[in-house]
């Protein structure tokens, strides 16, 4: 277990970017400051979601969800109770980490391919719920939520940016951690780590739930960037998906892949999409086949076997 | 009370639709393993289908019905040699995220090439008094299409070589295998039956509803439901989950409401995991 | 005064306190460490575990044998709460533990390997012990360097346990028991498919152990191996108990020997 | 095959010239820089709009009439109708040639914030013209207000947008929606009618353009049998058209999008519904509606804002304009994305500058003006909708048989069918057929 990343040059070089990435409102365009707004949402995102499926081996597919409910939460706060951002963006984060504690006690028990579907289920579930008349005096239905929150771009840019920091940070002590160990032996064999003693079901819950929390939190500021949440906003699809694609780019349970593959994404799509406005979501698809069929392993994964990087799971 | 039995009887319609689209999500993923999420798009593909040969070709729409399988089981048998094939040992997350990435590509180029222009086949519009009920014709010949399909379907499972041999995959791939039954071919033969009725549930579809690239995702979710229902591979299940899907569906949204509705197929998937993982219907 | 009469109470109650955790220890002491009363066990129709009773004594090797489909490795799970009984109880140093969660078990002092072997391929040998550990970082890691350098595999610490040989994959799953302190383990055909160098190796290594007071039961196809390391057998047959006792008592056991040996 | 290419407006030779256009200002704008040495810099107009998506088919012509407007200028200095009368001096708008950058929002709102930054601080654009629908809308409308820049959206009118929200750099060019149906209760209430069921889909815009009308019915003294938003996934909209007839109801009124209204009408003659008038959102208006369905089109109507024989000044240029460049039927939306630069050529003739952004902000927020799609004036500033538009009246439609009628100019027969305006009495150019007399007939 050589800490390779841990020398004293990695760790200046993280700084001297964080010291960068933190000036940035100060001579960077607006445009560049919201490109990379969403690029941090998304890091947040694939390393959240990869903080759970990639350790675990519990493929979520219902990250929108964790965002959608703790979107909902904060924007109504905004909008209806004219709560400051910065207090309803954590008690979203809150409430969708909580909820998703009993949620995780029930699901996580349903295994594999099951799971999956069933927080497919529970997403689109939640997001038809929030339509029905019952809800509709809380939530306003499908009419959806329009609110202006009242934060600088700059403010939105910090927020995210440090967040995506302790995210980043996080899952690197995870990983590095016993908890993180234990998660992976659930990915490897889930019957043969509780023999040896590893309480699963609680090391899973605490994994899904912080991963509900940051993604949760990233979710709120999302929906305040964008001044107005609705059902479908909410609860896409995409808001699933591309994290997924992007940990599949960076590199699955690795630490910095969802990082990089947020990124990349993001420059590859708004490069694609400038130029080929139509065929651009086709060929996002042909991608995604690509990179199942030739690439599975992801970036990270590649080069590790490559030997450019080292096999450590610290990356 | 007639509209009792109007409403139930159109639920058993309705679902009789609902069954062909999943039973051919069971059969590909009770016997070959994957989740299809391209599943809707043949669906919309079939429509497409359906619609150009009418529109283009002035062909019955009942005949694409009948066209759309040969056509579909080939596509598909050849989509699962080249691409899909190679998924059946790598974990499901690869599954899911390549069937994801076709439904993109599919629908995308659906919309690239026929434009998001809404259609529809103006063909057996409007309806029939029966007793005094009121019956669309296009959804009571969908009906007695989709019972002829699903017969013909059970009928090939039953008793022809191939349908036995595709029961043995499912039922244990290794064994099959040492019984000297091919299991690429099975699988491949499979993936394409799936398709097949894919396609051709879209070619009935054609009759019923509006036809767009992004119609397809209305159906996945509702045969997900289906399929869970069911129990997977299990195509008796599926049947019986379409119609129970359907019938929910008609009743909910005349007695309480269409949003109700609308949530029964993601309450099915949660409550039948939570309670009979293997679904409702024993194999 | 009404103090006084609080603080003597108090007194008395601590008394007794002490009094009965005493009277615990010692029946606890007399209790054989693990107790299996009366357990059955079905799936579906078949009866994998029929009124199945046995007591395994603190630093016994015992043999489990028996055919296939006997009920071994059911017992096993049983033991190790990866499944339920349907009736019966099993005790672990007194305590009844059925019911509880396989961790829990784990915890109070049961391991297991497994006969086809569980480790954990994609983390190294060092996770692989770490990860089952209890107690501080720097303990936990010494612990683990020991074991691995018990098992002969310290040098492969950093590679993924993917890499190893059949053989060297049985003595890590056995360092992981032996990482979180089991006091019983139970080991699925442990000399199955292993080279008998190798073999003997593992098996001097569980002789080892046992002096050094761990308790084992060993299922096992290779008669000899049951003949010549442990001190008692319990044959299995149809989910019964159809013999108990020393290695050579059951040898002879004539039912057994028509069932095992097909005579 | 053929047929389809001639319906609509190509969609491949659309955005050929959106990418090739992009593309070349996306490079530092080379053809503005060599063409027009010369002359002025040109006014660069930035569009982030629905190309892909759900919304691509509206987003696409609401873009072919933003384009359209500024290529007549480009040719002329002046478009058609009223504005025609403040003089055309020549190529371009106030001399400079008008030039677009146009990306895509995939409709998506959260692509789209991003996009109005990037033409503000980017690409520098001087104005900017709205997106299509009320979701995206209100999502950019904030960054008017941020950047201080006049954003015109042509086609957005939900409530939430300008409702006691005071925007002073965000203006409308439709009508409130509720008023898109509102011909339905008046026509059914002079026709003495009884009972009514609303069906809807359950986002912003139906709800937006029904709810009230379920008010307005009830004080009419319409007994509303059915006040329901159906899920907007739905697929299938005959469990509910069902629902919608088992009350008998005399009007049945609703919908949602195109595809809501064509699936609605082959609902409701697949449970034989049979109510006095049908009125549909949105799809009525469009050709694809009366090409789907055919002769079942027949006497349902719907909201229109504009159609290609309504008298408004310039309207018959505009048509053939349109007919010109993009070889097919322009629909209302394009007709909006035409008015939209209208709006913005009379401010900025009236101010005579461009650069002077308060200044046009003030006038688009004080002018009255007459487009080609018809009338434009706004609540001022100050207002607590301000900037809603409040001068344009919406129209109801009816498709009626085409045999035996005489046509307007540009009025065109679709599957045997036309169009007429059957409401308001002012500018009706057929009476309405009432009751339904039955599918079929």
């Excluded at chain 2, 197929?265 to 024993?282: D, V």
């Excluded at chain 3, 829990?104 to 297991?112: D, F, N, P, S």
């Excluded at chain 4, 048989?401 to 308001?424: D, H, S, T, Y």
Aim: proline fraction near 4%.
């Amino acid at each position: 277990m050589k800490d390779l990343i841990g020398g004293h040059k990695t760790w200046l070089g993280i700084a001297i970017l964080m010291a960068f990435l933190t000036l940035i409102p100060f001579f960077a365009t607006d445009y560049w400051m919201t490109l990379l707004v969403l690029i941090l949402i998304f890091t947040v995102y694939a390393s959240g979601w990869n903080l759970f499926s990639g350790l675990t081996g519990y493929t979520n597919f219902g990250l929108a969800w964790f965002i959608g409910v703790s979107g909902y939460v904060s924007s109504l706060l905004i909008a209806d109770h004219k709560f400051f951002w910065l207090f309803a963006w954590p008690i979203g984060a809150l409430f969708v980490g909580i909820v998703s504690i009993g949620v995780g006690y029930i699901l996580l028990r349903i295994k594999g391919v099951y799971f999956a579907i069933s927080m497919v289920a529970l997403t689109e579930g939640t997001r038809e719920l929030i339509g029905t008349e019952y809800l509709e005096p809380i939530t306003h239905g499908g009419k959806g939520v329009p609110f202006v929150a009242g934060i600088s771009l700059s403010a939105l840019y910090w927020s995210v940016l440090l967040l995506a920091f302790i995210t980043v940070i996080i899952c690197y002590k995870i990983t590095s951690s016993k908890f993180g160990l234990r998660l992976m032996a659930i990915r490897e064999d889930e019957q043969a780590a509780e023999t040896m003693g590893i309480h699963t079901t609680r090391d899973k819950i605490i994994a899904f739930a912080l991963s509900a929390f940051l993604t949760g939190l990233a979710g709120a500021i999302h929906f305040t960037y964008q001044n107005y949440i609705d059902p479908s906003f909410g609860f896409t699809i995409h808001l699933t998906l591309t994290p997924i694609v992007m940990t599949l780019f960076g590199g699955v349970g690795t630490v910095f892949g969802p990082a990089i593959g947020a990124t990349l994404f993001t420059f590859i799509h708004e490069i694609l999409w400038a130029e080929l406005t139509i065929l651009y979501m086709a060929i996002f698809g042909a991608i995604l086949i690509a990179l199942i069929l030739f690439f599975p392993q992801g970036l990270l994964g590649w080069m590790k076997e490559r030997g450019i990087l080292p096999r450590i799971r610290k990356i | 009370m007639t509209n009792f039995i109007e409403i139930l009887i159109r639920g058993v319609m309705l679902g009789s639709l609902y069954a062909l689209v999943g039973m051919g999500l069971t059969l590909v993923w009770g016997v070959v393993g994957i989740v299809n999420i391209a599943h809707g798009e043949f669906v919309m593909l079939g429509a497409y289908l359906a619609f150009w040969s009418f529109s283009l070709l002035h062909l019955n729409p009942l005949l694409s019905v009948v066209l759309a399988i040969p056509v579909f089981f080939f596509a598909g048998t050849m989509i699962h040699k080249r691409i899909t094939e190679r998924l059946t040992k790598a974990p499901e997350l690869s599954a899911l995220i390549l069937t994801f990435g076709m439904s993109i590509l599919i629908w995308n180029l659906a919309q690239f090439f026929w434009t998001n222009t809404y259609r529809s086949v103006p063909y057996l519009t409007g309806s029939f008094p029966f007793f005094g009920l009121v019956f669309a014709k296009s959804k009571t010949v969908s009906f007695f299409l989709a019972i002829g399909i699903t017969a013909a379907l059970f009928a090939f499972l039953k008793y022809s070589r191939l349908g036995k041999g595709i029961r043995a995959t499912s039922q244990n791939p290794e064994v099959a295998l040492v019984c000297g039954i091919n299991t690429i071919k099975m699988r491949a033969v499979t993936f394409g039956m799936g398709i097949g009725l894919a396609g051709a549930a879209g070619a009935i579809v054609s009759l019923q509803w509006v036809i767009f690239p992004q119609m397809g995702a209305s159906y996945v979710s509702k045969a997900f439901a289906i399929v869970v229902l069911g129990g997977l591979g299990n195509i008796q299940g599926a049947l019986a989950g379409g119609l129970i899907i359907g019938v929910l569906e008609s009743l909910v949204t005349q007695y309480w409401s269409a949003k109700m509705a609308q949530i029964i197929p993601s309450m099915t998937i949660l409550l039948i995991l939570l309670l009979r993982p293997t679904g409702l219907f024993k194999r | 005064m009404e103090l006084g009469i609080w603080l003597l109470e108090f007194g008395t109650q601590v008394q007794q306190a002490y009094f009965l955790k005493e009277l615990k220890r010692n029946r606890m002491q007399k209790e054989p460490l693990l107790r299996i009363d009366d357990v059955v066990k079905k799936f579906g129709e078949v009866v994998a575990l029929d009124h199945c009773s046995f007591d395994i004594e603190r630093g016994s090797i015992t043999g489990l044998i028996g055919p296939n489909g006997a009920g071994k490795t059911t017992l096993f799970n049983l033991i190790t709460g990866v499944l339920q009984p349907d009736s019966g109880h099993v005790f672990f140093k007194g305590e009844e533990i059925t019911g509880k969660k396989p961790y829990e078990i784990a915890r109070k002092g049961v391991g297991r390997t497994y006969q086809i072997i569980r480790i954990f391929p994609k983390m190294t040998l060092l996770e692989n012990l770490i990860v089952v550990g209890k107690g501080r970082e720097r303990k936990v890691m010494e612990r683990a360097m020991e074991l691995l350098h018990l098992v002969r595999l310290l040098e492969k610490r950093d590679d993924y346990a993917s890499d190893l040989s059949f053989g060297q994959q049985k003595l890590l799953s056995l360092a992981q028991v032996l990482m979180f302190d089991a006091e019983l383990i139970l080991l699925d055909e442990p000399a199955a498919g292993i080279n008998p160098t190798l073999q003997n190796e593992l098996m001097a290594l569980i002789h080892r152990l046992n002096e050094g007071g761990k308790t084992f039961i060993i299922v096992e196809h290779d008669m000899s191996v049951i003949m010549n390391h442990c001190q008692n057998a319990i044959a299995l047959n149809y989910g019964q108990k159809i013999a108990e006792g020393s290695c050579s008592l059951v040898q002879q056991d004539e039912r057994l020997l028509e069932h095992y040996f097909g005579r | 095959m053929k047929k389809e290419d001639k319906k609509g407006l190509s969609r491949r030779d659309f955005l050929k010239g959106t990418v090739i256009g992009t593309a070349a200002l996306g490079m530092g704008g080379f053809a503005g820089k060599t063409v027009f040495a010369q002359a002025k810099a040109p006014i660069k107009i930035g569009v982030a709009i629905s190309l892909t998506g759900a919304w691509a088919r509206e987003g696409e012509l609401e873009a072919g009439g933003y384009k359209l407007w500024g290529k007549v200028i480009n040719e002329r200095g002046c478009t058609f109708g009223e504005v025609e009368k403040l003089g055309c001096p020549g190529p371009g708008l106030l001399g400079r040639q008008v030039e677009f950058v146009v990306y895509d929002d995939k409709s998506d709102p959260s692509e789209a914030i991003k996009l109005i930054r990037k033409l503000v601080v980017s690409d520098k654009v001087d104005l900017i013209l709205g997106p299509y629908g009320s979701a995206v809308s209100n999502a950019i409308a904030p960054l008017a207000e941020d950047y201080k820049i006049p954003i015109i959206t042509p086609l957005a009118n939900a409530p939430v947008i300008w409702e006691g929200k005071k925007r002073e750099w965000f203006v409308g060019v439709l009508p409130a929606a509720w008023r898109n149906l509102f011909g339905c209760l008046q026509i059914g209430k002079e026709k003495g009618v009884k009972t009514a069921a609303f069906i809807y889909s359950d986002t912003a815009f139906p709800i937006g353009a029904t709810r009230p009308l379920v008010a307005r019915a009830k004080e009419m003294g319409i007994q509303v049998v059915l006040d329901e938003a159906y899920p907007k996934e739905t697929a299938d909209w005959e469990p509910m058209m069902s629902k919608a007839w088992s009350q008998k109801p005399d009007l049945i009124i609703g919908g949602g999008y195109l595809p809501d209204s064509i699936g609605l009408v082959k609902a409701a003659k697949a449970v034989n519904a049979t109510p006095k008038m049908f009125g549909f959102l949105v799809g009525p208006a469009i050709s694809d509606f009366a090409k789907s369905l055919k002769g079942d089109a027949t006497y349902v109507t719907g909201e229109t804002f504009w159609e290609p024989f309504v008298k408004t000044p310039g309207n018959l240029d505009f048509y053939s304009a349109y007919l010109k460049e993009y070889k097919s039927e322009p629909s209302y939306h394009a007709a909006a994305g035409f008015a939209a630069g209208q709006i913005l050529e009379r401010a900025a003739k009236e101010v005579n500058n461009i650069e002077d952004k308060k200044a046009l902000r003030d006038k688009l927020y004080s002018i009255k003006t007459t487009t080609i799609f018809g009338e434009y004036e706004v609540n001022p500033l100050g207002h607590p909708d301000s900037g809603w538009q409040v001068g344009k009246a919406t129209n109801l439609i009816q498709w009626q048989k085409a045999e035996g009628k005489r046509l307007l100019p540009n009025q065109v027969a679709i599957e045997g069918m036309v169009k007429q305006i059957v409401f308001p009495s002012g500018v009706k150019t057929a009476d309405v057929i009432f009751p339904f007399p039955g599918w079929g007939k």
